[in-house]
């Protein structure tokens, strides 16, 4: 297997844009037997792929970030915190680890607008949201996101004024960015868990705007 | 290694799939690949930068025409024959030939190892050679192998904006030649110095690189 | 755009076949998509650059995915319809809805119309920005449309090796924006300005350049 | 047809390194198809789809180019005028028009060793070499010819020590190059004719040496 995979006979429809077309069905039978080789050799335990699929599937996601997200815009020490040292503020809720271990926020304001993309790959901050979105990981937006940032946005139906700044935050290395949206408007008085139902994944990546009260019924 | 994973500035790979509720996997056979990838690595033959390289170096055709899940299967596929886990024969026939002496770690410890996870940052003194707010220019290296320069920024001007600290450096660490220590920066890009005068005057792009892939603006 | 075609510099494209005697066509529906592309273009509906743009304007995983007559039988069938030659409903049946009224050219003349071209070169009284010997950097230009900069020379500096004179533009004539004619030069670059200082001292590689393209070197 | 085509279920194998494998039968349905629609249009003629073949097939090729290095290495006189004005040099063969408007001649020495290559699309000229060959218009040759061309000379079988000095040619607008190889040692006396014999296709890309005259038989 050194050198090139020249493999052929995949699914080329998968790079067309269809990246959740139904897989090819040799590449599904390959997948069965390794799994079923590196049991039978005592290289991996089921019970082990089981409990990775389960931890990411149930109970890493989006919604620990939008705790980080929620105690910074009711928290200033917090935010000021989490700005200064996201990973130990972070890690105050118990995120850390794999794909986290060192964490940067950026903070969205009305003259900045930060967004988060990997172009090599797709490096995205597992602890606090979770494995990234097909669209994340796609080349549309690998390609685009540096290029023409606001273009992309648009695409998200995040329009900004032309006076606003935008901030790509390319993941080249082991630093993984978390976007602090901006805390909307109508929300005086909302408790932590309130304002964290406005936060939502693409929010923290930095693609849309945290929700706003109006539209959540 | 410039391949068809370094897609920053390309043209004509259509719109992007905006949908928030699509779902993170899409048939099982992902899910599995993912799982697989994970619980192999527990055995430690091989590190994140490795791993990388293993499912960019291939034909651009190849990568483009894979779905995601399916380039992280055939990265595992060779990692696992190339680390000597499973033999080529082993994979081809699914057989096992022989029962693995390291056993992998407890099921019940898996939710550990994900929690402490392993940091690229290190702890060794090695000076910074920018401060923020220096000028640096991105070196034209080309390489082979595996490297985190993406080239829409080889050769161009940036800013220091900060200093994350010493961290390994991939483009020796992918290969089995050490961790390198050295500084990582955060390095700002105006739009305009990567895209042209077309692009917005207030377009700012990040970029994570090392020492090594910098010097001092001429 | 930045596109698939843009080929220079990328690896994992596997080795060259050098065999000599591989022949020209290896099919005859390839020899077919080769003489209806030229002899379509007789219509003069297109030139050179609309043709070019038409044929590497796909998803790179068309593009890299499709041989080489099959991108040019491709670029052929969206420009027969673009330009109104074929109605897409007439290119799906394949059944003929009108008559052309402007009928082809005589087959007789098929050989004065190739020993005759069709230069690109113009005799318009431009004055040159640069001359022979002057050093220049490559703008960092990104368009969507069609361009004749490669990636792996923007924004490098180089050296006018000599001017060829006035040329059609091919930025704007592939898109149906006029000539606009200008110089076009050979530009040297060193192989260490391009790839970095692991590359031969003595490899130059010279690329065809318009004025539109590059400023004096800062 | 406008913007990307996005078709599908073409041969994709012809994209690692096997361009010359048996076509996808559809493509060569669509063809089929495609000339005959445009027959019946009356936009293409049939005798002039044959006569285009014909001609690149049988009558314009590298026989031109060879007759051209050959006068150049046994006249000294038309080597200059060649080297100064390529086109009007070529010219007076009759060796003229499409791909092949505008020229360039390059020579090579002891010192300096040419190449050219067309990284964009597959330019190449064609009335003194015809069309080109696969490999020329192939990814890997035209990934690899500007950024390692010791390495793809190598892969021809042309060894050049380090001091000689490489050239390659981009052939990025409508100036078509061709390579004048260095005149093989041994053949004082040869005719034109002769000469011609030793000089390939590939000697004129750049990308081998002239023929010796043992090496013929």
């Known amino acids: 297997m050194g050198g090139h995979d020249h493999s052929h006979g995949h699914n080329h429809s998968h790079g067309h844009g269809h990246p959740h077309a139904a897989p090819a069905s040799p590449l599904a039978e390959r997948v069965k037997s390794l799994e079923a080789l590196l049991v039978a050799k005592k290289l991996v335990d089921p019970d082990s792929l089981n409990a990775l699929i389960d931890t990411y599937e149930h109970k890493v996601g989006p919604r620990n970030g939008a705790k980080v997200v929620a105690r910074a815009w009711s928290d200033p020490a917090y935010k000021e915190r989490l700005l200064r040292d996201a990973t130990t503020a972070i ?6 680890g794999r794909q986290g271990e060192d964490m940067v926020v950026v903070e969205n304001t009305p003259a900045i607008h930060n967004m988060v993309v990997c172009t090599l790959c797709s490096c995205y901050p ?5 494995l990234p979105p097909v669209w994340y990981k796609s080349a549309p937006y690998r390609s685009r996101a540096v290029m023409d940032p606001r273009g992309v946005l648009r695409e998200f139906g995040t329009v900004l004024g032309d006076e606003v700044e935008v901030r790509v935050w390319d993941s080249t290395a082991e630093l993984r ?4 949206p901006e805390r ?26 945290a929700k706003t009260p109006e539209s959540v019924p | 290694m410039n ?3 370094d897609m920053g500035g390309m043209h004509g790979m259509g719109p992007i ?12 056979w992902d899910k599995r690949a993912f799982a697989i990838t994970l619980a192999l690595g527990f055995h430690g033959r091989w590190n994140i930068d490795t791993s990388r390289h293993a499912r960019e170096n291939r034909h651009p055709a190849d990568y483009l025409g894979s779905s995601y899940y399916e380039i992280w299967f055939k990265g595992v596929e060779r990692l ?8 080529a024969e082993e994979l081809a026939t699914g057989e096992p030939a022989a029962i693995s002496q390291t056993p992998p770690p407890d099921p019940a410890r898996v939710a550990a190892i994900l929690a402490k996870g392993a940091s690229a940052k290190l702890d060794d003194d090695v000076p910074a050679k920018f401060n923020a707010g220096t000028k640096v220019r991105v070196l034209d290296i080309t390489t082979p192998g595996h490297t985190r320069v993406p080239r829409y920024c080889r050769g161009r001007i ?7 600290g010493v961290y390994v450096f991939p483009d020796t660490h992918a290969h089995g030649l050490g961790k390198k220590p050295q500084h990582c920066y955060s390095v700002r890009f105006g739009g305009r110095d990567l895209w042209g005068d077309a692009a917005p005057s207030n377009d700012t792009i990040y970029v994570d690189l090392w020492d090594d892939y910098l010097e001092a603006a001429p």
């Open chain 1, 91 to 96: 890690a105050e809720f118990g995120f850390t």
């Open chain 2, 80 to 87: 696992a024959v190339e680390t000597g886990l499973v033999s």
């Open chain 2, 17 to 28: 799939d905006t949908d928030p509720n699509d779902p993170l996997f899409h048939a099982e």
């Open chain 2, 3 to 5: 391949g068809a994973h």
């Open chain 1, 184 to 209: 909307p408007a109508g929300t005086e008085g909302f408790s932590e868990e309130q304002l964290a139902e406005l936060v939502t994944r693409d929010s923290m990546i930095g693609v849309t705007r």
């Open chain 1, 177 to 180: 960015y978390l976007v602090l």
């Open chain 2, 158 to 164: 940036g800013t220091i904006d900060r200093d994350h």
């Open chain 1, 126 to 130: 597992w602890p606090v949201l979770g």
